[in-house]
């Protein structure tokens, strides 16, 4: 199926260059029709759809299973979350700190994801230290090198991004959970743009804990997440919030699950259409839609460095992006050059300022076209020149 295909099948406005899947994701048609079937269904009878001695443990058990399958998981080892934030927070506020002790985590995380860690430190008396990453990268060892350099007798917990946020990087995990598994320390990754985006075996990976967001690159509703832990960390997890899942009266067998899944009336539709969004993805053949947009993506690359004549940030390969890459600019008002593309163009995309320089992300998404590149192209150049024209 083309993209063009693909963009039919899509909820977004024919008239918008939507560049921007990382940031929220874009929900098919499809899972967004069951993910109202459902919520029809709970308003139709609530009591009937969220008591708990009818279905819903059953369907909510059902769509775990689903979704650990689909990232290499046993089904107890997995709750769903509302976003990978949420599911930071779960951890950070859970794991023992004393004064004294150091996280570890690198600058290029999410910012939401540090203020998390921040938050913790300062409570406990402990200390957030942020490993700097030199762009460009060069090489797996380069950047293993860099964020271990970090780590001394006092750190206790890692914390890393699948692929970060702002630079869009996929990060060299292997070796460094393995160094800090035979450390003694405690690793976290943060892969919200992973789901979708990347094949996972979370047995396999090595970490301790994993979380990762359904509604971007699995093309989710919004408000689907996961907090994966291996079985013998799971004991270290508080409920964020606490609720009739704490010392249950109809426990599960898992108090993991029954503590941090069950935390007070929500709507679990999201969570529910999981499996749908995962269907949608294996009929579409999505392993062969992610080739096509990276391929799309390495032009997008090469034309804007042609363009712009600035280095990568990191070498051009799959080992370093997938469906996501950040690009630097030229100098630029980069509030200014979101707005204009969006409003003179309708683009979104984000043009942001990181360590003090701009830069442009760009994500494809299987309804991306060579058009849309091509509105991008003839857009970025005006607009750049028309900022310098006028400074």
Known sequence: MSSDDLRALFLLRDDLVFLNHGSFGACPRAVHDRYQELQRELEANPMAFL?????????????????????????????????????????????????????????????????????????????????AIDLPVESASQVAREIWRQVTERTRILCLDHITSPTA??????????????AGILTVVDGAHGPGQLPLDLTELGADFYVGNCHKWLCAPKGAGFLWARADVQPLLQPLVVSWGWRSERPSGSRFIDEQEWTGTRDPAAYLAVPVAIA??????????????????????????????????????????????TLPLPACDHVRLQRDLRERYRIE???????????????????????????????????????????
């Not at 951890?91 to 999410?110: C, F, K, N, Q, W």
């Not at 460094?176 to 598994?181: F, S, T």
Request: hydrophobic share 45%; aromatic share 8%; with cysteine.
């Open 51 to 131: 008591g708990e001695d009818r279905e819903f443990p059953a369907r909510l058990h059902a769509a775990r299973q689903a979704l650990a399958a689909f990232v290499g998981a046993r089904g107890d080892d997995l709750v769903f979350v509302p976003n990978a934030t949420y599911g930071i927070n779960v951890v950070a506020r859970s794991l023992p700190l004393r004064r004294g002790d150091e996280v570890v985590i690198t600058d290029h995380a999410y910012g939401a994801v540090d203020r998390a860690w921040d938050y913790v430190c300062r409570r406990r008396g402990a200390r957030l230290v942020r490993a």
């Open 349 to 391: 995309i984000p043009v942001v300022a990181w360590r003090g320089h701009p830069y442009l992300r760009i994500s494809i998404q299987g309804y991306n076209t060579r058009r849309d590149l091509e509105v991008l192209l003839t857009a970025l150049p005006a607009m750049l020149k028309a900022q310098h024209a006028a400074a």
């Open 169 to 182: 990087l996929i990060l060299p995990l292997g070796d460094l959970l393995q160094r800090a598994r035979r």
């Open 280 to 325: 949608f993805q294996a009929e579409h053949d999505w392993p062969r839609v992610r080739r096509r947009c990276h391929a799309l993506l390495r032009e997008a690359r090469e034309e804007i460095t042609r363009l712009t004549g600035l280095t990568p940030i990191c070498p051009d390969d799959g080992l370093w992006y997938s469906q996501m890459h």
